[in-house]
């Protein structure tokens, strides 16, 4: 497979056919739908308790900083949209750093749908269309870190 990022003097270099650009640019709108579904397995598995064992804990966590993570999920998910759209080339620090949380959290939100809680559940991918999608998202992401790990 040929390397979608690429160390840049600017940032990352990214290179995608339009058909992924198209793909991807339905991520966030696929996160934002789960968002609205709290009987979505994929909503659990991106809406995880901090406090699981203590209710109360919870509620204060949920008031005092739920907001913030969802606006923070917000921008992350509009600056992923803004890059793809814009036909840029070079993520800057802050832009990989929304390609991540968005590769990220729609490989969780997959994963929780499809049942996946084992290593192991590539080996059975080539026929199952949303496992390979899985598994492009775990490839972009694993590229991903690499570049930025180069850049350390």
Do not use: C, N
Request: charged share 30%; glycine share 6%; proline share 5%.
């Amino acid at each position: 497979m040929r390397r979608v990022f690429k160390p840049h003097r600017d940032g990352v270099a990214v290179r995608l056919s339009d058909g992924e650009r198209q793909f991807l640019l339905g991520l966030p709108q696929l996160l934002d739908t789960i968002d609205e579904e709290p009987g979505d397995p994929a909503y659990a598995r991106l809406h995880v308790d901090a406090y699981p064992d203590d209710p109360a804990a919870q509620k204060d966590m949920d008031q005092y900083s739920g907001s913030q993570l969802a606006d923070g999920r917000a921008t992350d998910r509009a600056r992923f949209t803004a890059f793809i759209e814009s036909g840029d080339t070079v993520l800057d620090a802050d832009e990989a750093e929304s390609w991540l949380t968005v590769l990220g959290d729609s490989r969780l939100a997959l994963a929780a749908r499809l049942e996946i809680t084992e290593p192991g559940w590539e080996i059975d991918a080539d026929d199952d269309p949303q496992r390979i999608t899985l598994g492009f998202l775990s490839y972009l992401q694993d590229q991903l870190v690499s570049v930025l790990m180069e850049r350390l």
